[in-house]
């Protein structure tokens, strides 16, 4: 059974830092490469990082580079995103997303994880 499994949210400050985990299982993790995306309230599902397979290669979106790196440990079937500098703006659900390089189009999400940044 495939799960993708999100932990790490919850109320910090702005400013503040959080280190959002991923754990997977059901599939070949290495396979695939791996993203989160995040959701504000009333607004589109975004992405936010991805990584390459091994991890050789990552990209964020331009709102949050410098702030947040995203990493993964395929011996641990884990990918993460640190975040830091934290903003109100970055209140969301976070998700992560798992892309198959061997199927197109064969693509899991996790269930998603509250983060909010708020005084």
């Known amino acids: 059974q495939v799960q993708l499994v999100e932990s790490g949210g919850g109320l910090v400050q702005p400013g503040g830092s959080l280190r959002l985990s991923c754990a997977a299982s059901?599939?070949?993790?290495?396979?695939?490469?791996m993203s989160w995306y995040r959701q504000a309230a009333g607004k589109e599902r975004e992405l936010v990082a991805a990584?390459?397979?091994?991890?050789?290669?990552?990209n964020s979106a331009d709102s949050v580079k410098g702030r947040f790196t995203i990493s993964r440990d395929n011996a641990k079937n884990t990918v993460y995103l640190q975040m830091n500098s934290l903003k109100p703006e970055d209140t969301a659900v976070y998700y992560c997303k798992a892309a198959s390089t061997r199927v197109p189009g064969r693509n899991y999400w996790g269930r998603g994880t509250q983060v909010t940044v708020s005084s």
């Open positions: 990584i390459t397979t091994a991890g050789g290669l990552t």
């Open positions: 059901g599939f070949t993790f290495s396979s695939y490469a």
